[in-house]
């Protein structure tokens, strides 16, 4: 049981990750500056990772 959750805590961290490497290409466009959507995204993930990272 323990394997699966440092896979999951790993799948977790990769996903973050480069879910918000994308969103961070997507901030200051029309959209982003229409709806803060990218900005707001990218926040979270990077409060989120480092919440992870950290533990």
Same mark, same amino acid.
């Given at each position: 049981?323990?394997?699966?959750?440092?896979?999951?805590?790993?799948? +977790?961290?990769?996903?973050?990750? *480069?879910?918000?490497?994308? *969103?961070?290409?997507?901030?200051?466009?029309? +959209?982003?500056?229409?709806?803060?959507?990218?900005?707001?995204?990218?926040?979270?993930?990077?409060?989120?990772?480092?919440?992870?990272?950290?533990?």
């Amino acid at each position: 049981m323990e394997r699966l959750a440092t896979r999951r805590d790993a799948w +977790e961290v990769y996903e973050r990750f *480069f879910s918000c490497l994308h *969103f961070r290409t997507r901030r200051g466009t029309p +959209e982003d500056r229409r709806s803060g959507l990218y900005t707001r995204a990218v926040a979270q993930l990077t409060a989120g990772l480092g919440a992870r990272l950290s533990a």
